[in-house]
Every structure is written in structure tokens, then in C-alpha cells.
């Protein structure tokens, strides 16, 4: 089944503890995206890659990380997580020619 | 820059009842369009999409038409159900090969039997 998952899809940490938030799609899209959703605000870009070792910093980049060594994987990294990171996060990849397929979220607490 | 405005919400109807969620964009050239829908503890998923100017998309009763003059891409559904309940997203994609899907707030549909 094509599909992007996350893992995990739900996690309570605490401010400063670094964390990794991990996605892999099975379609072989070149381009992938994070996303996070507050209420009120919709979704908002905060990084993206058009392939392997090529990203870019989204609308909301800030405290954030990506890489992109493998094509399936584009890891969503929080180097120091603060209260305002407390969100749902997507991640999502797409084709030149397709939409882009959501996966099912992770929803992040920082206390 | 790109930007998708969706109506105030959230939108509460009875079973059956007539559903317009409007949308409205700002963008140069013709992007493309899409209305997302994320159901309760679910994930995004694309409900229909519209690629050019007049084309209508439409899935499981939901229609919406891509217009150029007004720059609309308004959701509509004759006949709501309970299960229609949920969070609606109008997006864009710029022309071109591009990544960013540019969102609007959502709006949420609450459907009474």
C-alpha cells in the first residue's frame, strides 16, 4: 500500500530533550514536506526537500531540522524543543505530477 | 506571496442540509486546487482537486469549481451526512513543479442527525 508514515505518533517531552520524528514513504516521490497544524492558523510549511541531500527552509523553520539521505526518509528534528513547538505535525511527499499524501500525524506536547 | 482565505467557522448543519464552504485565493498564474478534509484523530486527506480554469472537481458528493475570475474554489455538498463531520482545508499549489501546498485555516462541520 502507498503510504507515508510517522513515527511516533504521539509524544510528551520536556523542554531542551532532543527529539527525532521520523518519515518514510514507499512511493518513491522526490519531494517531501513537514507540516505543522495549530488551530487558527491551518498548516504551515516549515521545511521542505526536492530529493536526496537538497532541502529548504519552509514558512515556520525555526527550531527545526531536516535531512534527506535516502530518498523514503526526510527525519524532522527538534534540537532543543520549546512549549511553542507543541503542535501536530505532518509530513507529506509528492511527484512533479501528483498531490502531495499526507501521513497521519504526530501530535507533540513540550512541557 | 501565495495565500488561501476560507470562511469563518466552525459550521454546524442538520442531516441533509445544503453545504457551501467558501474559498478564496491569491496567486499569480493558475495554480492548482484543492479542498482537504481530516477527519476526527485522522490525517489529511485530499477530498478533490482542480488542475485549470472551469474544471470541477468532485468525490463523494462534494463538488467544488475552479474559478478564475473570481478566484474561487468554493466546496459544496447537496445533501450533508454525520459522517461528513470534520475538518475542511483549502489549499494551492503554485504552477510549476513545486512542493508547497499554501493552506487556509480549516473550518470545522459538525453534522447533527
Known amino acids: 500500500e502507498a503510504q507515508v508514515t510517522q513515527n511516533p505518533r504521539y509524544l510528551i517531552t520536556v523542554t531542551g530533550k532532543k527529539l527525532t520524528v521520523t518519515c518514510s514513504q514507499n512511493?518513491?516521490?522526490?519531494?517531501m514536506s513537514w507540516y505543522r497544524q495549530d488551530p487558527g492558523l491551518g498548516l504551515r510549511q516549515i521545511y521542505y526537500?526536492?530529493?536526496?541531500?537538497?532541502?529548504d527552509k519552509g514558512d515556520v523553520p525555526e527550531g527545526y531540522k531536516v535531512s534527506r539521505k535516502e530518498k523514503r526518509n526526510f527525519p524532522l528534528i527538534l534540537e532543543s524543543p520549546s512549549p511553542n513547538q507543541t503542535s501536530l505535525y505532518f509530513c507529506?511527499?509528492?511527484?512533479?505530477?501528483?498531490?502531495?499524501?499526507f501521513g497521519p500525524g504526530t501530535r507533540l506536547t513540550v512541557t | 506571496g501565495n495565500s488561501v482565505t476560507q470562511m469563518e467557522g466552525p459550521v454546524t448543519l442538520s442531516e441533509e442540509a445544503f453545504l457551501t464552504i467558501n474559498c478564496t485565493y491569491t496567486?499569480?498564474?493558475?495554480?492548482?486546487l484543492f479542498w482537504y478534509v481530516q477527519y476526527p484523530g485522522e490525517g489529511l486527506q485530499l477530498l478533490l482537486k482542480?488542475?485549470?480554469?472551469?474544471d470541477k472537481g468532485s468525490n463523494k458528493g462534494f463538488e467544488a469549481t475552479y474559478r478564475k475570475e473570481t478566484t474561487s474554489f468554493h466546496l459544496e455538498k447537496g445533501s450533508v451526512q454525520v459522517s461528513d463531520s470534520a475538518v475542511y482545508f483549502c489549499?494551492?499549489?503554485?504552477?510549476?513543479?513545486?512542493?508547497?501546498?499554501?493552506f487556509g485555516k480549516g473550518i470545522t462541520l459538525s453534522v447533527r442527525p
Open positions: 507529506a511527499s509528492r511527484s512533479p505530477w501528483t498531490e502531495p499524501v
Open positions: 512511493m518513491n516521490h522526490e519531494y
Open positions: 526537500s526536492m530529493n536526496v541531500e537538497a532541502t
Open positions: 496567486a499569480t498564474g493558475y495554480p492548482s
Open positions: 482542480a488542475t485549470k480554469a472551469d
Open positions: 489549499a494551492l499549489s503554485p504552477e510549476g513543479a513545486n512542493s508547497k501546498l499554501t
